[in-house]
């Protein structure tokens, strides 16, 4: 099927590499993504010293202000702040507490009780420097279900920064085709948004239309993908291949089918099978489609491996 672009992955240095902070996380899942992804590992309490910002973060507390915060950053590293504002997503570690989602605590003043708790610095800061990425923690992305998501998110994110680059009106078209399923998977008014955006883009300039797809694709994907729309696109797949099935290759498909809406198998065991039969078949109209090709299938989690095995 289609090549993919890297998408650009920014990960906490202690979960692949040697770190003073932290130990190491193993996980085979890092290694292969370096042949996938532009990987760039980031220690932030040693890249930005952010025990300075830490100390005014306390002072500080929520009423420090944000534009303040970006200077700070910037004279502490320049040029990993222009770095970060051009990522695609992050795996961080969540223990620390400046990559902490959401259990940092906050103070009134230094040396007080705590009030409450707020995500992690460096957390607050991405959002200020590239809002648009995908942040994810190296413990949740240990879920199947989670890091397939991630993976479907990020790969697309960096399908789309390729085709703002080219500033071709013709690469969002190819684009806006073959990513239409994956979109109205994550929600069917945004596929009909991006429609009429797409229908009308000869009325506006290309610059214009393209920060309005990037909105609405924005909006798409700050939610997980919608079981139900991807059932609906499975089952329609499923009856236009159901005349070259075995009565076998029916049952395990709506047996995964059934298991995939009750959160007992990941999506991709299902995707794997419809892209099987759209190779076998070569049903040209569906293999340009990406959800059924989203990422490198080599990143798929094992259990997900284990399981097409057996079927």
Request: hydrophobic fraction near 40%.
């Amino acid at each position: 099927m289609n090549k993919f672009v890297k998408p650009k992955l920014v990960i906490s240095k202690c979960l692949a590499y040697d770190c003073s902070n932290c130990n190491k996380h193993n996980d085979t899942f890092f290694e292969k993504l370096e042949d996938y992804l532009e990987i760039i590992t980031i220690c932030p309490e040693a890249d930005l010293n952010l025990t300075e910002l830490k100390e005014i973060l306390i002072k500080k507390n929520n009423l420090y202000n944000q534009n303040k915060l970006i200077e700070e950053i910037k004279v502490l590293n320049e040029d990993l702040v222009d770095l970060l504002s051009e990522i695609d997503g992050f795996i961080l570690k969540g223990e620390l507490s400046s990559c902490n989602s959401m259990n940092c605590k906050f103070y009134k003043s230094y040396g007080d009780l705590y009030l409450g708790k707020e995500i992690g610095l460096f957390i607050k800061a991405i959002s200020l420097l590239n809002s648009k990425s995908i942040i994810e923690s190296h413990s949740r992305i240990d879920d199947i279900s989670i890091r397939e998501e991630f993976l479907r998110k990020i790969f697309l994110w960096a399908r789309f920064r390729r085709v703002q680059k080219s500033s071709s009106l013709d690469s969002l078209l190819n684009f806006h085709q073959g990513n239409k399923l994956l979109i109205f998977a994550y929600g069917s008014k945004y596929i009909e948004e991006l429609n009429d955006l797409i229908s009308t883009s000869s009325r506006d300039s290309l610059a214009r239309v393209l920060r309005k797809y990037e909105l609405k694709l924005y909006q798409a994907l700050s939610s997980e993908i919608n079981v139900a729309n991807s059932i609906s696109i499975l089952l329609n797949c499923f009856r236009f291949f159901s005349k070259y099935l075995l009565p076998t290759e029916k049952d395990i498909f709506l047996k995964s089918l059934e298991e995939y809406q009750l959160n007992q198998a990941p999506l991709s065991i299902l995707q794997y099978m419809i892209s099987s039969w759209i190779n076998n078949y070569q049903v040209s109209h569906l293999k340009k489609q990406r959800f059924f090709n989203p990422y490198p299938r080599e990143l798929m989690e094992v259990k997900s491996s284990e399981l097409m095995l057996q079927i």
